[in-house]
């Protein structure tokens, strides 16, 4: 079974710049999480989508972040413009379900603003 | 308060030794208690899964969750340098919109 992709693995821009990151979850899982990870903490919910319908999007800074999840598979999520404290890693997730709680995670986008 | 407490390290210990990980939380409403292990580098894994309180054990590893006093452990016996990771805590309510919410992680280093 093929994991969760995500790219690119690295970006590095300015602040006040825009960024935007891929993921293709696992095939057939109905669910997909974007996390932001700032460095020392523990991941934090960005957006949950059950299909292409978001399910949970409470701590999306939605002044500037921005995702969609076309067709039910792939998703996006958008940055614009970019701050200092955006400097993360995100992290794609998928499950089969909304109650199943075994997560893939991707292995991330290491987001540096300067 | 933050709803999920993490010890916070980073922890050493020698190869072979019983290593003990824990969290606390303040939500009752948690039913679902998760350890995920985090890799330098990639995408954190899932490592234990245990619904409601109890024990679970998986090879070296025991998950201990105690609802009444909002405790959940993590015990590694003989670890091994491949342990060598971030171990991170996760919580879920019931219900259809639930999410997971992380602990900050602890780093743990097992010296061969």
């Known amino acids: 079974e093929a994991g969760v992709a995500q790219s690119p693995r690295y970006k590095i821009i300015e602040k006040r710049q825009s960024v935007a990151f891929w993921c293709n979850p696992i095939?057939?899982?109905?669910?997909l999480y974007w996390y932001q990870q700032i460095l020392g903490q523990g991941p934090k919910l960005l957006i949950q989508?059950?299909?292409?319908?978001?399910?949970?999007d409470s701590q999306l800074p939605k002044d500037r972040f921005s995702a969609e999840r076309l067709k039910g598979v792939d998703s996006t999520l958008k940055i614009q413009p970019a701050k200092l404290e955006d400097s993360a890693v995100y992290l794609c997730?998928?499950?089969?379900?909304?109650?199943?709680?075994?997560?893939?995670f991707g292995s991330g986008t290491r987001l540096t603003v300067v | 308060q933050k709803e999920v407490e993490q010890d916070p390290g980073p922890l050493s210990v020698p190869e072979g030794a019983i290593v003990s990980l824990n969290c606390t939380y303040s939500n009752s409403a948690f039913q679902y208690f998760m350890w995920y292990r985090q890799y330098s580098r990639k995408g954190p894994e899932l490592l234990m899964y245990?619904?409601?309180?109890g024990n679970k054990e998986d090879g070296r590893f025991t998950a201990q969750v105690d609802k009444s006093s909002k405790y959940i452990s993590l015990f590694i016996r003989d670890s091994q340098p491949s342990d060598s990771a971030t171990y991170l805590c996760a919580m879920a309510e019931a219900g259809a919109n639930s999410k997971l919410t992380f602990g900050k992680g602890i780093t743990l280093s097992v010296r061969p």
């Open positions: 989508f059950q299909n292409n319908g978001v399910v949970d």
């Open positions: 245990t619904y409601s309180s």
């Open positions: 997730a998928s499950s089969q379900g909304v109650l199943n709680y075994g997560y893939t």
């Open positions: 095939s057939g899982h109905a669910t």
